[in-house]
């Protein structure tokens, strides 16, 4: 969690070190979490990061600075630069760490921290177009309509967006339900992808979930 101080807080599993805050870490804009690693921005441009780093993924660039947003996929790390570049270190089965040389200017990316060895990355661009690379490309890669969403998010094997209307678009592998997007009486505001369902924050303050559901992960509490 991110406070509103500037510091961080984690909790939970501990076996690589993600829940090992590194001492004095403050001023921090946004953090995010990879499987086993955790990074964080600072007001500063620069991006720290503690866990595992069986890929490289915490070997931060040593000239890495103005950096404007941050993704952790499964074993590698990214970063948006000021200046709308990408700089990306850690893990490449899937060439998730090549960075498209067609690619162009960044607004945002969103990391998938799909199932081993699965990983790859959604990128928005300023354009409001949105670009994917990584594994499964002819899965994951977005619906032709999509255009600027409000928000986007990544599972295993699927994908999952708000449309500027308010609307939700789900693609990527059909199986588990994960793609039939429940029927909204209020426009979405915020998606999050799961393995394999999803959630969605809609405009009246409620929550929905689909796809699978093998612990309970899609029964929103009705308080």
């Known amino acids: 969690a991110l406070k509103r101080d500037g510091t961080v807080v984690v909790w939970g599993d501990n076996s690589l070190g ?13 953090i995010t979490s990879g499987s086993n690693h955790m990074l964080a921005l600072k007001i500063d441009g ?13 070997d931060t660039p040593s000239d890495l600075s103005n950096v404007k947003s941050i993704s952790a996929g499964k074993n590698h790390s990214i970063a948006v630069l000021n200046d709308g570049s990408v700089v990306a270190w ?15 200017s960044v607004k945002e990316i969103v990391s998938s921290r799909g199932s ?12 409001g177009s949105i670009r994917y690379w990584g594994a499964a490309s002819a899965i994951m890669e977005p619906p032709t309509f999509l ?7 990544a599972g295993s094997l699927h ?24 029927t909204i009486t209020s426009k979405a505001l915020k998606v999050a992808a799961g393995g394999s ?24 509490p009705s308080n």
């Open 18 to 30: 993600q829940s090992d805050v590194p001492a004095g870490l403050a001023t921090v804009t946004q």
């Open 46 to 58: 620069t991006v720290v990061g503690w866990g595992s780093n069986s890929d490289g993924q915490l």
């Open 90 to 104: 850690g893990a490449n089965t899937n060439s998730e760490t090549t960075i498209p040389t067609d690619l162009g």
């Open 116 to 127: 081993s060895p699965l990983s790859g990355n959604f990128a928005i661009l300023e354009d």
């Open 147 to 153: 255009n600027n969403p409000i928000s986007i998010s």
């Open 159 to 182: 994908g999952v967006a708000v449309n500027q209307d308010g609307s939700i678009s789900a693609w990527g592998s059909e199986s588990l339900d994960k793609l039939e997007v429940p």
């Open 197 to 220: 369902h999803s959630l969605a924050v809609l405009e009246d303050g409620n929550v929905i979930a689909w796809g699978k559901n093998s612990n309970g992960q899609t029964n929103v």
